[in-house]
């Protein structure tokens, strides 16, 4: 299986600042990488796929890029919805693997 | 407007089986498969495996192989995962989620809870 490691786990950032969330691959994958956002009681949001492409309706302050082994995903000016746990998931080979998560708070 | 709708929260004892249903809307069902992913209580998302809308193949995780099966109803469109021989551990919000790469439509969740 391929092992999806998230750096870092938890942050805390100021309302306004950019956000940098980290996810390494075990073993190249391509672009095969999914970001979403996960809020308390919720289902998981697709916000990136394909790495970098935004999903629809995704506010545009949300970047990702990276392709092989790492990949970055971006809040460029955080906000108060932007509480919340991040997860990428591979969808290079099946098992789909998740990371294990970056929970995301305000300052 | 895609919906997917899950069954309500189930409570089992150890051993017992649990069938979880998610009845989707809005897109044809049989041009897309569903996918089944589960959260124990405050971890993070694991990936259970797949079934095609418009056949009957499936991947399962191998951690699940032999112990889940997971089954649809065209006629209904709607995505049905039995997990057997449950325990603890299985204790979680079950999802189900539209397409196999990524997940743009999911579920509601299912709270299964196993307890004696």
């Known amino acids: 299986d391929i092992q999806m490691t998230q750096s870092p786990s938890s942050l805390s950032a100021s309302v306004g600042d950019g956000v940098t969330i980290n996810c390494q691959a075990s073993?190249?994958?391509?672009?095969?990488l999914n970001w979403y956002q996960q809020k308390p009681g919720k289902a998981p949001k697709l916000l990136m796929y394909d790495a970098s492409k935004l999903q629809t309706g995704v506010p545009s302050r949300f970047s990702g890029s990276g392709s092989g082994t790492d990949f970055t995903l971006t809040i460029s000016s955080l906000q108060p919805e932007d509480i919340a746990t991040y997860y990428c998931q591979q969808y290079y080979i099946v098992p789909r693997t998740f990371g294990q998560g970056t929970k995301v708070e305000i300052k | 407007q895609v919906h997917l709708v899950q069954s309500g929260a189930e409570v089992k004892k150890p051993g017992a089986s649990v069938k979880v249903s998610c009845k989707t809307s809005?897109?044809?069902?049989?041009?897309?498969?569903i996918s089944w992913v589960r959260q124990a209580p405050g971890q993070g998302l694991e990936w259970m495996g797949w079934i095609s809308g418009y056949s009957h193949n499936t991947n399962y995780a191998q951690k699940f192989q032999g112990r889940v099966t997971m089954t649809t109803d065209t006629s209904t469109s709607t995505a049905y995962m039995e997990v057997r021989s449950l325990r603890s551990d299985d204790t979680a919000v079950y999802y189900c989620?539209?397409?196999?790469?990524?997940?743009?439509?999911w579920g509601q969740g299912t709270l299964v809870t196993v307890s004696s």
């Open positions: 989620a539209r397409g196999s790469s990524w997940y743009a439509y």
């Open positions: 809005g897109y044809t069902f049989i041009n897309d498969g």
């Open positions: 073993q190249d994958i391509s672009n095969y």
